[in-house]
């Protein structure tokens, strides 16, 4: 394949323009997919005040989950009180220095130009990599998979480090395993954000409630957070379209409230807290602390909780946007609120517990009590939002159970709703806030989640930066090493607290690693079994256009794992019923490593042996952000694009032989002339329906023929044979279409470890009970659908 180039950009930035004056014209929002898009090719055109535009919106869905730190950095700093006045100005340095330098320097202006067509998050590099090398563990791509517009690769020189690194991975299947169980780590303890930061966020804004009321108890404060919890969770099936234009505002005025109050409290108690901007305070810290201060990076790291969400929402605005956000109104507002809350600890020692609430003037006490109950939901609105679509990503990569997936909005198609996901979620925020009670063992299992989450971010973007960007060994060290600085000491803090809280994300990670290295497992080896096993086509051609079968009126679809080769599952049906239908489609359904495929190049259809068998292939190819919407008819999607194929392969062949003539004939004219149409005008389309395996042409002779000769012979080219065809898959689908498809029971062998048969009999079994079917994802109807069993052993 043939690197893509500026034509390929040119083309696809004029869909998106005409999507873009589309939407001026209609005054209506576009479609995620085309806000993705458009990122990538309209930034640079977007006028100021649209950028400023994008920009405020970009609070609300990025920087929600960041914006609310503020709440419970200090007390977990701090939570056995402060001994020394000093300390809350080191700490106020460390705080200064790792928001410079993780969200703004590394995250802000690195790590988000990371992206996979807007998309971010440790599976979106993942499938940058595996666009670019041969990592994924079961392959099953092929080369037509390149040709999609939205695939994209680079080609690295041979004989460099990069493409040395890379034969290296590719070489062994252990190593692409080890790459993908720290993607997953990373994965796992993303979701797990999706748990602690509702139960944090909320808790620490309804404990303001004991600042104003000092006699009501823990146990009141954790009731109205769980209550808060369990409306928020239960909001989440009506979906956010309605109140999202809220959010925007809402983080608005709650950074602008704690940045003039910052800079209320620094006028009003201390200024000379502005020296924390030495980072020789930082040394001064640790010296006079000791361990007692390195403990304390787990509530320093808090300050920086937020930036990893900040990555995996970057798909909703321009890059541009995010960073001027950032760059001139969060950073320097959250600067204010660490600086202000540190002036008032410097007076007001003993009021650590609820440093954020105490430093408030008393006048806007509950107004900033209200917008920071707000402000926590929105924070927590966008986790939550952020793990549905992780686990949709996941489930892409062939490593979670398909789970059912709800569209919430008719305008947007990212926005979805996940109920069995939800629900544990809700589960799992409820048992964490009433377990732990206080924010302290929450804050210390949040920044475990966290400081793995960006070490794993860390490793990815090294591979990233040799691999696909090709940078220079000397960026990729110093990037490498001022991260693991930073992170492994964040790392190595919260460790000492895994007794204290820190345990808990350990757990979950684990629970969600395991199942989805088990079901990742299993889809592999089902996978290797379907292509060992796969029939020979010399077979099928051996029995005849009948396949030795009477063929009965109606279309058969066999659902499949392979996208090429007949499966074992057909030979399985052949050779135990008496008949089989007159036309036979084998359908596999596909996820690439890409993050959207679009829809006119979803469906590949090739014919297997001769016209008289009746037997085609479909490969419906979809990206892991791609979504099957409840009203999407498969069915008719599918046969649709089996008339295009028969109508443009009949107009591919030649009508006449030129070795039965010294001169192309006139009506072969006009077809050669029809071929250079398509390849010139209609690629996108013919591509995503003819593979170009099947059928072959001679020489086209490119010839000037008036345009109704033209007509004429395309006429005569489609003819009798297409016609009768067509007509003849229209009346074996007007007579009934049924879904074979394989009920395949995976089970250990006999002489297997017990942990793996504990894995395979009982775990696995399990999941694939509770998941979702094909023919639940596609809308097969119940009547329609045929299993066929099949035992395998692993």
């Known amino acids: 394949m043939a690197e893509m180039g500026e034509g390929d950009e040119t083309i696809e930035g004029r869909n998106i323009g005409a999507m873009w004056d589309l939407e001026q014209k209609l005054d209506q929002p576009m479609d995620e997919e085309a806000h993705k898009l458009k990122n990538m090719y309209k930034e640079k055109g977007l006028s100021t005040l649209m950028l400023l535009r994008l920009a405020f919106q970009s609070l609300g869905i990025v920087y929600g989950d960041l914006g609310t730190s503020p709440l419970y950095v200090f007390y977990n700093t701090f939570p056995d009180g402060i001994d020394d006045t ?5 700490a106020l340095s460390l705080i200064i220095y790792s928001l410079l330098l993780v969200p703004l320097i590394k995250y802000v202006f690195i790590v988000c130009k990371a992206n996979d067509n807007g998309q971010g998050g440790t599976l979106a590099i993942y499938s940058l990599l ?49 790459l993908l169980i720290i993607v997953l780590v990373g994965t796992c303890m993303t979701i797990g954000d999706g748990i602690f930061t509702p139960a944090i966020s909320v808790l620490s804004a309804t404990g303001g409630i004991k600042v104003n009321n000092p006699q009501m108890s ?51 108690y201390d200024t000379s807290v502005l020296k924390a901007f030495s980072p020789t305070y930082i040394y ?203 992170e492994g000491a964040y790392f190595s803090a919260v460790l000492l607290k895994v007794n204290q809280g820190g345990w808990l994300p350990l757990v979950i990670a684990a629970v969600l690693l395991a199942v989805m290295i088990v079901w990742n497992y299993v889809k592999i080896k ?52 008496p008949a089989i239908h007159s036309v036979v489609v084998f359908v596999c359904v596909k996820y690439l490593p890409v993050y959207t495929v679009p829809e006119e190049e ?34 008719n999607k599918l046969f649709n694009n089996l008339f295009s194929f028969i109508q443009i392969e009949r107009m591919m062949e030649p009508v006449s032989n030129s070795s039965n003539s010294s001169s192309p004939s006139i009506c072969s004219q006009p077809h050669q002339s029809i071929e250079l149409l398509i390849n010139n005008n209609d690629m996108d389309m013919f591509s995503s329906i003819v593979d170009y395996t099947v059928s072959t042409l001679d020489t086209i002779i490119p010839l000037d023929i008036p345009r109704n000769a033209a007509s004429f012979c395309q006429d005569r080219a489609v003819g009798e044979e297409e016609t009768n065809e067509l007509e003849f898959l229209k009346n074996g689908r007007e007579s009934g279409v049924v879904h074979i498809q394989g009920n ?49 052993y692993v």
Not at 86 to 90: A, L, P, Q, R
Not at 764 to 792: D, M, T
């Open 86 to 90: 000093e300390d809350v100005i080191g």
């Open 284 to 486: 001064k810290y640790f010296r006079r602390r000791g361990r007692d201060g390195w403990v304390s990076l787990g509530g320093i790291l808090l300050s920086i909780t937020g930036t990893e969400a900040l990555y995996d929402d970057i798909a909703y605005f321009p890059l541009l946007a995010i960073q001027l956000a950032f760059t001139f109104f969060v950073f320097p507002c959250l600067l204010l609120a660490y600086c202000g809350q540190a002036a008032y600890l410097v007076k007001n020692k003993d009021n650590y517990a609820n440093a954020f609430y105490e430093s408030i003037p008393d006048s806007i006490y509950w107004p900033m009590f209200i917008v920071a109950t707000g402000a926590a939901v929105v924070g927590s609105q966008a986790t939550i939002s952020g793990t549905y679509s992780i686990i949709k990503q996941a489930v892409a990569h062939g490593c979670f159970p398909q789970v059912k997936v709800v569209h919430t909005s008719k305008k947007f198609l990212g926005q979805i709703y996940s109920p069995d996901i939800n629900w544990i979620l809700m589960v799992g925020c409820i048992a964490v806030t009433a377990k732990f009670k206080n924010q302290n063992q929450i804050g210390n299992a949040y920044g475990t989640a966290v400081a793995v989450v960006m070490l794993v971010t860390t490793l990815l973007m090294v591979l990233l930066m040799l691999l696909v960007w090709q940078c220079h060994w000397s960026l990729i060290l110093v990037f490498t090493v001022l991260s693991l600085v930073v």
């Open 526 to 577: 089902r996978y290797e079994f379907q292509v060992h096993s796969k029939v020979s086509m010399s077979w099928i051609i051996g029995l005849g256009p009948s396949l030795g079968l009477v063929r009965v009126p109606g279309v058969g679809i066999v659902y499949s794992e392979l996208a090429s080769g007949v499966p074992h599952i057909f030979s399985h049906v052949i050779t135990n019923l």
């Open 130 to 178: 595996c666009r670019n090398g041969k990592l994924k563990l079961i392959p099953d791509e092929q080369r037509s998979d390149q040709e999609l517009t939205t695939y994209g690769r680079t080609f690295l020189p041979e004989g460099s480090i990069a493409a040395k690194t890379m034969n290296w991975l590719e070489k062994k299947d252990s190593r692409k395993r080890a």
């Open 602 to 635: 979803r469906f590949l259809v090739k014919r297997i042996g001769s016209k008289t068998f009746r037997m085609f292939r479909c490969v419906a190819r979809y990206g892991y952000k791609d979504l099957h919407k409840k009203d999407d008819n498969f069915e």
């Open 218 to 268: 823990s146990d009141t404060v954790v009731i109205v957070a769980v209550l808060i919890l369990v409306g928020l969770f239960s909001m989440q099936q009506y979906g956010t379209d309605k109140v999202a234009w809220l959010f925007a505002p809402i983080v608005f005025i709650w950074l602008l409230f704690i940045g003039a109050t910052g800079l209320y409290n620094i006028c009003i």
């Open 744 to 792: 395949t029971v995976v089970k250990a062998r006999i002489n297997s470890s017990l942990p793996k048969k504990i894995a395979i009999n009982y775990v696995y079994a399990f999941l694939k009970k509770i998941c979702r079917g094909n023919n639940v994802i596609f809308n097969v109807p119940h009547e329609s659908l045929l299993n066929v069993g099949q035992v395998f």
